[in-house]
C-alpha cells in the first residue's frame, strides 16, 4: 500500500493542523498535516497538505470531505500533484529584471 498526500483548500484561519487531523482520521490512518503559512507573517494561507496511509483513505478521504462544510467553511479535498512536476523557473525572478535593466528603455 503507498501513502496518498491530499490537497486541502479553503481551510478555516482558526483550523489547527489536529483539527485537521482529528477529521481525516475518520477516513483512515493519517500519516502527517501540514498547514501552509504565509513566509513573511507567519499567518495561515486557507490551504494544506494531509497525507494518508494508504490510496484507499485517500479516496475515501475525498469521497467524505470534498465540498463539505469544515468550521463554517465549504473545503476543497483532492489529490495532490507532485512537487516535481512544475515547470522551470522557480518563479519568475531571475527573469523579470531590475531596474538597471530599464533604465536603458527610458532614454
Do not use: W
Not at 493542523?17 to 483512515?28: H, I, K, P, V
Not at 512544475?86 to 527610458?106: A, L
Amino acid at each position: 500500500m503507498s501513502a496518498m498526500r491530499l490537497y486541502v483548500g479553503n481551510i478555516s484561519f482558526k483550523a489547527t493542523e489536529d483539527d485537521l487531523r482529528e477529521l481525516f482520521s475518520q477516513a483512515g490512518e493519517v500519516l502527517n498535516v501540514k498547514l501552509i503559512e504565509d513566509a513573511a507573517t507567519g499567518r495561515l494561507r486557507g490551504f494544506g497538505f494531509v497525507e494518508m496511509a494508504s490510496e484507499e483513505d485517500g479516496k475515501k478521504a475525498i469521497e467524505l470531505f470534498n465540498g463539505k462544510q469544515f468550521m463554517d467553511r465549504s473545503i476543497v479535498v483532492n489529490e495532490a500533484k507532485p512537487q516535481e512536476k512544475r515547470g522551470p523557473g522557480g518563479g519568475g525572478f531571475k527573469s523579470r529584471g531590475g531596474y538597471s535593466d530599464r533604465r536603458g528603455d527610458r532614454r
